[in-house]
């Protein structure tokens, strides 16, 4: 996708930062990206052997006014309003609620795949990224009161959602519902009691296996829970508007904007260096600014 405006460019498991280049009046700006640490660690990795290619798919257009524009094209790339994927945010909503916004999309979708008897109160979240956070945020906006995560990091920033409890065990097979968020199934797997359900909301390695004789045996089910599995345009488009009216109204802004941290575009290329260290950032959600 070289000539399209993207500025970030993944190479021999290196970031490269690309020139900006002029926006055709067609086209949005883009002023924001949004990373996904978990998938762009992945594609970073495998281009240390494979081909190049642009990175991220969570760019910020528009203004907080009218409403921002979240389009799935590459980081800093100008795009189509009327792209396929897009979503807007209510007008106002501040640009780290919009953010946050988008990984709770992942899971409003996901979860409405899950089979009608399942007990979301006995669910388990795996993992403490932005695709986990997302998941714990819709738990508790479908009624669930507590949320257990499952993580090894201390003081993980996803504890200060309300109802949230970190958890560094779960008890094997002892969880109705495990929600993988890590992209970890194998792990979660192991988690879930006999007629459970496995929910993989975190994207699996490519090599990534699952216990199928113990699953089988089990009588467990496992629910795939991409987003654009069964992709509609419509509902994707509400759903995201209704997920970032509901933290408009139910979270503080504070709160919201102290999940996420905004760095500027021309220093990309440190962020992703840091990306499966000890030195990564803290917050789940990391914000490129493309503004000069």
Not at 228 to 254: Q, S, V
Request: contains cysteine; aromatic residues 4%.
């Amino acid at each position: 996708m070289l000539g399209d405006g993207a500025r970030i460019r993944l190479v021999a498991g290196r970031a490269r930062l690309l020139p900006a280049v002029p926006v055709p009046d067609s086209l949005t700006p883009a002023r924001f990206s949004v990373l996904s640490p978990g998938t762009e660690r992945r594609h970073l990795a495998a281009t240390v052997r494979g081909p190049a290619r642009d990175s991220g798919y969570m760019t910020v257009g528009g203004e907080q006014g009218r409403g921002w524009l979240l389009a799935p094209v590459p980081h800093g790339a100008p795009f189509d309003p009327r792209l396929e994927g897009t979503v807007t945010a209510p007008p106002g909503t501040p640009l780290h609620v919009a953010a946050v916004a988008r990984f709770q999309l992942m899971a409003a979708l996901g979860l409405a795949r899950l089979p009608d008897d399942v007990d979301l109160e006995d669910a388990v979240v795996a993992g403490s990224g932005p695709v986990a956070l997302g998941c714990v945020l819709e738990l508790r906006r479908r009624g669930v009161r507590r949320v257990r995560v499952l993580t090894s990091r201390r003081n993980a920033p996803i504890g200060r959602a309300p109802g949230t409890e970190c958890v560094d065990e779960v008890r094997a097979a002892g969880a109705g519902l495990v929600v993988d968020a890590a992209g970890r199934p194998e792990r979660a797997a192991g988690l879930v009691r006999r007629g459970g359900v496995l929910g993989l909301l975190g994207t699996p390695e490519e090599c990534g296996t699952l216990p199928a004789l113990e699953l089988h045996r089990g009588g467990c089910t496992v629910v795939g829970m991409h987003e654009l599995a069964a992709f509609d345009p419509g509902r994707y488009r509400a759903a995201y508007a209704e997920t970032a009216a509901w933290l408009n109204a139910w979270l503080d802004a504070e709160l919201t904007a102290s999940w996420c941290r905004t760095v500027p575009g021309d220093l990309a290329p440190r962020v992703f260096e840091s990306l499966g260290r000890p030195g990564r950032p803290d917050e789940p959600i990391v914000v490129f600014s493309w503004e000069v």
